[in-house]
């Protein structure tokens, strides 16, 4: 066991370089197992949610490879954070619509039927350059008239989706 205090800097007020490499390496495996735990869908739908916990995970166990925090009791901060995720995700799946639009917001109509909806898109600091930027991103014509729906996700993307032509 001293060994092991010894190699991660238990205790320690300055960790030299191979103590903080050997945390470092322990955070990688124990943070990818953490993330394995929570689910796939945590750091790809970049909703206000998932960022939050992203920026707030990366903190905390930074702090245990550098020795700001003790190690152990870091680590186990970082798991509380995934789980806390999981639940609310899980919450958020099981309540429907309020709680869900609680914890990770809700999509906006920007365009309904080839119209700009201004007043919803000036709330939410949406402007018609956004708009086509992502129809081009798409690979949809920049003609409003062909857009059946525009809206802006809860991630912050913009989807659009044209008119059939029949």
Known sequence: MEILETALGIGLKDLNWWQMSARAIIVFFVSLMYVR?????????????????????GSVMSRAITGNSPFVPTLIAGL???????????LAFRTGDE???MIK????TLIKDGEFLKDVMRAHNVTENDIFE???????????SKVSTACLERSGSISVVMKDDK
Request: no cysteine.
């Open 37 to 57: 735990l929570a689910n796939k869908r945590i750091f790809g739908r970049h909703s206000a949610f998932d960022i939050v916990l992203g920026v707030m995970y």
């Open 80 to 90: 509380v954070l995934i789980l806390l995720h999981r639940f609310l995700a899980t």
């Open 99 to 101: 709680v869900s639009t």
């Open 105 to 108: 917001g809700k999509t906006v």
């Open 134 to 144: 992502s129809m081009r991103a798409q690979g949809s014509p920049e003609d409003i």
